[in-house]
Structure formats: structure tokens, C-alpha cells
């Protein structure tokens, strides 16, 4: 089963004035998960390269092919907080993708996938990954090969849209 927690999110609330209208929202795992088929893809960090250019757009882009093939959310990770992802989803354009914030990282270490990033300054962050969950459990994993705190590289082979399609038309 994936992890049991609740992340801390914001949602837009338009009884808030200014030029923040949004309020915390808790949200928990059975929120996300639970009679649900999902998908998650966690990336080591809003607004860098691989994530901005490739990784969140792909599944943005092929949203509707995955709602086909039976998904009923795709959901982006980060180990960043509410309001960088938030920032980051509108800079992107995001409009089907839901952004989950990890601000803390719980979610990550309790998937295992936390590792250390000082070698470009992150901290610690998300290893590169995509999972299938249905009705909270977990099905299928694609986590990138060379997990490692403080890897030289940002390997991006396995995680992305179209080996998740790959496998769901499969599947």
C-alpha cells in the first residue's frame, strides 16, 4: 500500500482577498488514493530542466490518453512547497495535472525515494519516478536506475509518460 499521510496543500478560496486567494488544505493519502486508479510521478524539483521541460509536460500533454486508459488522476510530486508548485503549475500551464507538494519530504521517505541533492545545492529531494496505485495500492513502480545521494547525473529513461502508456496499454 502506498504511505498513510496527510500533505499540506492549498486550494483556491474566493471568499480570500488579495492577490493570494487561496487557503491550507489538508489532504491524506485515502483523499488521493483510495477507490481511485492513479498516477504518480515524483521529480527531484520544481522549475529545473528535465522536470519543467519533459517529464511534467508528458503527462500533461497525453492527460486525456491516460483518462482513456482508465486513470482517474495523475498527480506531480515534489519535494517543494505549496506555493513553489503552485508558481510552477501556472508557469507551466498546467491545467489537468494536480500538483502535490512534499514539502517535508514525508512522503518521499516513506516511499524510500528521499536522497540528497548538495551536490547542486538541493538538499534533500525526490528520486526520479512514475508509479501505478489502484484503490492505495501501489501496482507498478518505474523508478529511474542509479538511485544515489548526491548522483552525478539526472537519469530520465523510465519514468515518463510514455513508458507509463507504454505499460497501461499493456496492462
Known amino acids: 500500500p502506498v504511505p ?3 500533505f499540506k496543500t ?17 489532504v491524506s493519502t485515502d ?11 515524483a521529480l527531484p524539483g520544481a522549475f529545473t530542466p528535465t522536470c519543467s521541460n519533459t517529464h511534467l509536460p ?10 482513456s486508459l482508465g486513470i482517474d488522476e495523475i498527480y506531480c510530486l ?14 507551466q ?8 507538494p512534499d514539502g517535508s519530504g514525508n512522503f518521499t521517505r516513506l516511499m524510500g525515494m528521499l536522497v540528497k541533492k548538495d551536490n547542486v545545492g538541493f538538499g534533500e529531494r525526490s528520486w526520479r519516478y ?3 496505485v489502484e484503490d492505495g495500492v501501489i ?21 515518463g509518460a510514455d513508458t507509463m502508456l507504454g505499460f497501461l496499454k499493456a496492462y
Not at 93 to 100: C, D, N, S, T
Open 139 to 159: 501496482r507498478k513502480v518505474f523508478s529511474e536506475q542509479g538511485k544515489s545521494d548526491d548522483c552525478p547525473t539526472d537519469p530520465f529513461e523510465v519514468s
Open 10 to 26: 492549498r486550494v483556491r478560496d474566493e471568499s480570500t482577498e488579495g492577490p493570494n486567494p487561496f487557503r491550507w488544505q489538508e
Open 130 to 132: 512514475s508509479m501505478l
Open 31 to 41: 483523499d488521493i488514493f483510495k477507490s481511485k486508479k492513479v498516477i504518480v510521478f
Open 4 to 6: 498513510q499521510m496527510v
Open 78 to 91: 515534489s519535494v517543494n512547497d505549496a506555493f513553489t508548485m503552485f508558481q510552477w503549475g501556472r508557469h
Open 58 to 67: 508528458g503527462f500533461e500533454q497525453n492527460y486525456d490518453e491516460f483518462k
Open 93 to 100: 500551464g498546467v491545467e489537468k495535472v494536480k500538483l502535490l
